[in-house]
């Protein structure tokens, strides 16, 4: 008896396609700003490359911290601060549970894991649903929404609604990129398969298989002899994909990657000149899903161009940054060496550059934005904007402003005519959005700040990280603090603090940094703290925290108050520690 598929319909207010690091940033905060949100992810686990499935540290425009104080903040920073503090191990798996469990503390999302898009419904320019094909289930899960945002990186809704989008690298004349080839071609960037060794106390033998490739020296291998004389993790260079279709080809690419994986290792275990070095070493883990750099890109209303980025971005309508060089890979990829090119080539960026709120919505699908690798670029543009740190700063930016959207019953378009109110909620959700200040309460403006040591008034200047030469925080020791005191006693609803988490430390987890990377919460981050309220003359103790893993920290008060106090009594080890902002409303 032939049995029909089920069908369980969802009706919410924003569905997010992709749980990557940009779809997970989008998804939390569309819902943090009071929005019903399904999350559809066609993996078991999130995180897209950064997952257990690829492993890939995410970078952004701190550039490994060689830009100081540039870290991606908002709720990337949150995932890796909670990281930081239940997975010292680096264990790739229990990073998979960190973004799991955060995402499903959302009482707003609904969560569609091994949920794959593949059809979508439209009326005229309007998407009206998605469908996905869960495959633990067998259930099409088919989701009504009034706003989509597809982080899913190969731009899955794109072909299914008619969206607008490119697949490619320009001409150098269309956009007068310089770093552009002279004729539009269809070639990407490539995708890569890793690999994971382990050492072992006794001699470890590999015997490759027959369908592994061959590399007898050196000079066979992308960056020669030095390029591999590290091997704990695997190298980015083993990439395949630019000459051929970076989405159709996938499964056949993976298949070759596979190959060159286990001859790279046959070579360094067994051809290479520096093979006593690997003797003990064996294999642990091997990538079966290939990392992908590029396939489609949207096209926006605006499209970011490799201009654009080395005169920083200074766009009216900045929502997000980055700062990652423009990092265009090779399209023959590991077969680059054969013609004697280079695997990638680094042109120079400013970090930070911002990117405007117009590379995030559709051009010609009223209800469709996107974040990550498929956001509104050129080829060029996206070489520095497809980086995870980045797609972080792009999924928060189009999630909030899906939820302004929806506040207000408008169009993604529409909030361009609200995009103060964007900017300042993402900086009051802790992003960070170059050259915009985030604006104080005027409670917190008016009131007397004092301190007990040094100048607090940084806490209010509206910039909340360090950027140049100047702090923009106020620095204090274990039992200092700081308060405001109104003109009179009047109702407080909140305070926000904006903590030190070292913005210029290494904290993305990553095996290939390890020598710097930290594996505990900063020294300088505040551990132990309490906020006071002073009433009818009298301080009292309102709130202590104990074991603090958070930069930004918020909580409601409702209390009326003369007078209200920092007190930070415990760090994680450092003599000093930052407060970047401390405001009330």
């Known amino acids: ?36 949100v399904v999350l559809m992810h066609d993996r078991p686990v999130l995180g897209g ?69 593949f059809d979508a419904e439209t009326d005229a320019n309007i998407i009206v649903s998605v469908s996905g094909w869960q495959t633990t289930t067998q259930i099409v899960h088919r989701v009504y929404a009034k706003i989509y945002i597809d982080c899913s990186g190969d731009a899955i809704v794109a072909p299914l609604t008619g969206a607008l989008y490119r697949m490619g690298r320009e001409a150098r004349d269309e956009f007068n990129e310089s770093h552009a080839p002279k004729k539009s071609d269809s070639n990407t960037m490539g995708m890569t398969c890793m690999f994971m060794a382990r050492e072992y106390e006794t001699a470890q033998k590999f015997e490759p298989p027959s369908y592994a490739y061959r590399f007898e020296t050196c000079d066979q291998l992308p960056y020669g002899k030095q390029g591999h004389s590290w ?20 499964e056949k ?55 654009d980025i080395e005169s920083e971005g200074k766009f009216h309508d900045i929502v997000a940054y980055g700062g990652w060089p423009m990092d265009d890979h090779h399209p023959a990829g590991f077969f680059s060496v054969k013609i004697k090119a280079p695997s990638t080539t680094f042109y120079p960026s400013p970090s930070p550059y911002g990117i405007p709120y117009r590379c995030l919505f559709s051009k010609n699908i009223k209800n469709l934005m996107f974040a990550g690798r498929n956001a509104s670029c050129t080829h060029i543009a996206m070489s520095s904007t497809r980086v995870m740190g980045t797609g972080c700063s792009m999924g928060q930016a189009a999630g909030t402003a899906a939820a302004i959207a929806i506040k207000k ?25 170059p050259y915009i200040k985030q604006q104080m309460p005027e409670l917190t403006q008016l009131a007397r700040l004092d301190a007990s040591r ?132």
């Not at 950064?50 to 995932?79: P, Q, Y």
């Not at 798996?93 to 995402?103: N, Q, T």
């Open 231 to 250: 091997f704990e993790m695997g190298y980015w260079w083993i990439e395949l994909g630019g000459e051929y279709h970076s989405i159709y080809d996938t």
């Open 49 to 117: 490359n950064s997952s257990s499935e690829c492993r890939v540290h995410i970078c952004g425009a701190d550039r490994n911290t060689r830009i100081k104080n540039m870290r991606e903040t908002g709720v990337l920073e949150e995932l890796r601060l909670e990281n930081l503090s239940r997975n010292p191990n680096r264990s790739y798996s229990i990073w998979d549970l960190v973004l799991f469990e955060k995402v499903k503390a959302e009482q707003n999302i609904t969560l569609l894991l091994n949920c794959s898009c």
């Open 1 to 36: 008896m032939k049995e029909k598929l089920k069908i369980e319909t969802h009706n919410v207010d924003i569905c997010v396609v992709g749980g990557g690091m940009a779809g997970i940033c989008a998804a939390i905060s569309a819902a943090r700003n009071g929005c019903r």
């Open 409 to 433: 019953s408008i169009m993604p378009e529409g909030v361009l005519k609200h995009i103060h109110l964007l900017q300042q909620t993402l900086l009051y959700d802790d992003a960070y959005i």
């Open 253 to 307: 690419l993976r298949d070759e990657l596979v190959k060159i994986v286990l001859g790279v290792w046959d070579h360094i275990k067994n051809r290479c000149p520096l093979k006593h070095k690997a003797k003990n070493w064996a294999l642990e883990w091997l990538q079966f899903l290939p990392a992908k750099r590029e396939s489609r890109r949207y096209i926006g209303e605006y499209i970011l161009t490799q201009n």
């Open 454 to 585: 040094g100048n607090p008034e940084p806490v209010r200047d509206g910039i909340n990280r360090p950027v140049g030469q100047h702090s923009h925080g106020w620095n204090c020791q274990e039992k200092d603090w700081i308060s405001y005191t109104f003109q009179k006693e009047i109702l407080v609803n909140k305070v926000t603090l904006i903590l030190d988490s070292g913005l210029n430390k290494l904290i993305a987890m990553s095996h290939l940094q390890k020598d710097h990377q930290l594996v505990t919460l900063p020294d300088t981050m505040p551990r132990q703290f309490k906020i006071d309220i002073k009433q009818n003359g009298r301080w009292k103790s309102l709130v202590r925290i104990q074991n603090n893993n958070q930069r930004l920290f918020r909580c409601e008060i409702k209390q009326k108050a003369s007078d209200i106090r920092f007190v930070l009594e415990k760090t994680y080890g450092a003599k000093t520690s930052c407060v970047y902002a401390f405001y009330c409303e």
